[in-house]
């Protein structure tokens, strides 16, 4: 928690520092990447660099995380930064990387706020900052831990095939022939690409195979500089560089209630895991499976899919197109409403998709008196606040 002496300061000042603190992450970004430009070639995402989103995601994260030392000072922080704890894990970063970050985002504030940072609005902010590094390298080194201390590994394509008609799958094998490991279906890994101007970019894909099986599959949409780089030049015999699994969101395979998996676009994909994982282990649990695509030509493993969902009993599938209907199970448009659909009481949710699709679809939820604990969700790239309405 805040010490006495820093909370007042840190109350006073943050409707001033979040008044600045997209500025003060684009002039900490400019200041990190001049001193460091290796973490923008190999290490930051740099399509959102581009767009501005990291800036706007650090800006939230710092802004949050302050906003629950004030409002709640007994509270343990892990939960709110076990997402991004999950995602560093998957980038490989270190301990060290932290007092970087400290000394650019200060002088960041310095340059940003001027006067106004006096030594105590410093140090009060400088408490701020280490209680969160400090949380965070906590969570990642027993992430890091969980995981051999192996965050990376060579892992060969055996296969590769087209779903929908701008996604490709990859099946994984590690070089080495043991087994590719075990995960929690909804998890991620990440993978780093050698790009023809010799950055390395690493980009997330979430496993798309049951767990247990011998190897891993991930489904890529071609929509950035690395998926298109893979869409163009991936083939099987080709060994990529592939993360340990990561990421906070995963199905509770020891719970027996009801589930709702909600997805749009390429999300479906940590739901086939999840689907996979039920069949495989005979599951009974009722589940509403709701897809959100804009055609049934978009919708990578639509077969597949509606197999796993028929391989449950008690479950359903129904499906969204934005190019209108096709069939008697799929409707036309957006997901807009529940209307017709069985949540049920008790319902555990899992979304992914993009953050609009799962705002949208978290409101729904909410409104049919899901408790907010009960919406899970996964983010890839920066998180904007799924969780503000």
């Not at 400090?134 to 192996?150: N, V």
């Not at 690409?193 to 890529?220: C, F, M, N």
């Not at 991936?234 to 395979?253: I, N, Y």
């Not at 969902?309 to 499906?319: F, I």
């Amino acid at each position: 928690m805040l010490s006495p002496q820093a909370t007042p300061v840190v109350r006073a000042t943050l409707p001033v520092v979040g008044a600045h603190i997209e500025e003060i992450a684009r002039v900490f970004y400019r200041r990190l990447f001049a001193a460091h430009p290796e973490l923008l070639r190999d290490l930051f995402n740099r399509g959102n660099q581009h767009s501005g989103e990291q800036q706007k995601a650090l800006a939230g994260s710092i802004a949050t995380f302050a906003t629950l030392l004030l409002d709640q000072p007994d509270a343990r922080p892990d939960a709110v930064l076990a997402r991004i704890a999950h995602k560093h894990v998957s980038l490989g970063v270190t301990p060290a990387q932290y007092e970087v970050v400290h000394t650019h985002l200060f002088a960041a504030i310095g340059e940003v706020l001027g006067e106004a940072v006096t030594p105590g609005v410093a140090a009060a902010w400088d408490e701020v900052y280490w209680l969160m590094a400090h949380a965070l390298i906590a969570l990642e080194k027993d992430l890091y831990a969980r995981g051999g201390g192996e965050v990376w590994r060579p892992m060969e394509i055996t296969g590769r095939r087209d779903e929908g008609e701008d996604a490709v799958s990859f099946t994984l094998r590690r070089v080495d022939g043991e087994p590719a490991g075990s995960f929690r279906p909804g998890q991620y890994v990440s993978v780093r690409t050698a790009l023809p101007d010799g950055a390395h970019q690493i980009r997330q894909y979430s496993l798309a195979s049951a767990p247990g099986e011998k190897e891993w599959r991930i489904t890529v949409r071609r929509d950035g500089e690395v998926s298109g780089h893979l869409h163009g030049n991936a083939r099987a015999g080709h060994v990529l560089d592939v993360s340990m699994p990561c990421g906070d969101v995963g199905l509770d395979e020891g719970a027996d209630g009801p589930l709702l998996l909600a997805s749009a676009g390429i999300g479906v994909t940590p739901m086939l895991s999840m689907l996979g994982s039920l069949a495989a282990s005979g599951s009974g649990r009722p589940v509403l499976a709701l897809h959100a695509d804009r055609s049934p030509a978009h919708h990578a493993h639509r077969e597949e899919q509606a197999e796993l969902v028929d391989a449950l009993a008690g479950a359903e599938l129904v499906t969204w197109y934005e190019d209108g209907a096709d069939g008697a199970a799929a409707r036309a448009g957006r997901i807009e409403s529940l209307d017709g659909l069985d949540v049920r009481e008790g319902v555990s949710a899992y979304l992914c998709g993009p953050v609009g699709f799962m705002r949208r679809v978290r409101g729904l939820l909410l409104e049919r008196g899901v408790p907010a604990a009960d919406i899970h969700y996964e983010v890839f790239g920066p998180d904007l606040g799924l969780d503000v309405r």
